[in-house]
């Protein structure tokens, strides 16, 4: 909860209102690690680098994009709260994580990925695109605390 808080605190600092007023919290990440969901990076001293959520099968919010398409037909894993740890910012661990999420994903016999995130994240966009995301359009998140919010959706092959 240490890294959520930080990355809360730096998209609050940079003027996104993505997870803001308590998303995600505990009770989410919880209910991640129960499904088999959460997955840590870690160091070779075995200190958490960063989190991310990886999700297998269809995502609602998904189920509709506006100005544009998807560009790859299902089957798909979706990544959702990805954060490092604060001092790790621009060291590349982000991309790190990403890398290590698509071998999960692969390893799963899955090739498409989809994820979104805020318009103005653009500290999340620029790393989604070096990592070969590719804009799809725009969805609306459906459910949660954010629910009817905005997102950019990206997607990638990795076969």
Same mark, same amino acid.
């Given at each position: 909860?240490?890294?959520?808080?930080?990355?809360?605190?730096?998209?609050?600092?940079?003027?996104?209102?993505?997870?803001?007023?308590?998303?995600?919290?505990?009770?989410?990440?919880?209910?991640?690690?129960?499904?088999?969901?959460?997955?840590?990076?870690?160091?070779?001293?075995?200190?958490?680098?960063?989190?991310? !959520?990886?999700?297998?099968?269809?995502?609602? !919010?998904?189920?509709?994009?506006?100005?544009?398409?998807?560009? !790859?037909?299902?089957?798909?894993?979706?990544?959702?709260?990805?954060?490092?740890?604060?001092?790790?910012?621009?060291?590349?661990?982000?991309?790190?994580?990403?890398?290590?999420?698509?071998?999960?994903?692969?390893?799963?016999?899955?090739?498409?990925?989809?994820?979104? !995130?805020?318009?103005?994240?653009?500290?999340?966009?620029?790393?989604?695109?070096? @990592?070969?995301?590719? @804009? @799809?359009?725009?969805?609306?998140?459906?459910?949660?605390?954010?629910?009817?919010?905005?997102?950019?959706?990206?997607?990638?092959?990795?076969?």
């Amino acid at each position: 909860m240490d890294i959520i808080a930080g990355a809360q605190a730096y998209l609050r600092s940079r003027g996104v209102d993505q997870w803001q007023d308590g998303y995600p919290d505990q009770a989410v990440m919880l209910n991640d690690i129960r499904n088999e969901n959460s997955y840590v990076l870690k160091d070779d001293a075995n200190r958490v680098l960063g989190i991310a !959520t990886i999700v297998v099968g269809d995502e609602p !919010t998904y189920a509709r994009i506006y100005n544009g398409a998807w560009k !790859t037909p299902e089957p798909y894993a979706c990544i959702h709260r990805v954060a490092v740890r604060s001092d790790l910012r621009g060291t590349g661990t982000a991309v790190e994580m990403m890398i290590a999420a698509e071998h999960v994903i692969s390893s799963r016999g899955i090739q498409n990925i989809r994820i979104d !995130t805020h318009r103005n994240n653009v500290p999340m966009r620029k790393m989604l695109e070096k @990592c070969g995301f590719i @804009c @799809c359009g725009i969805v609306y998140l459906k459910g949660g605390a954010e629910s009817g919010a905005e997102r950019i959706a990206l997607e990638k092959s990795i076969n």
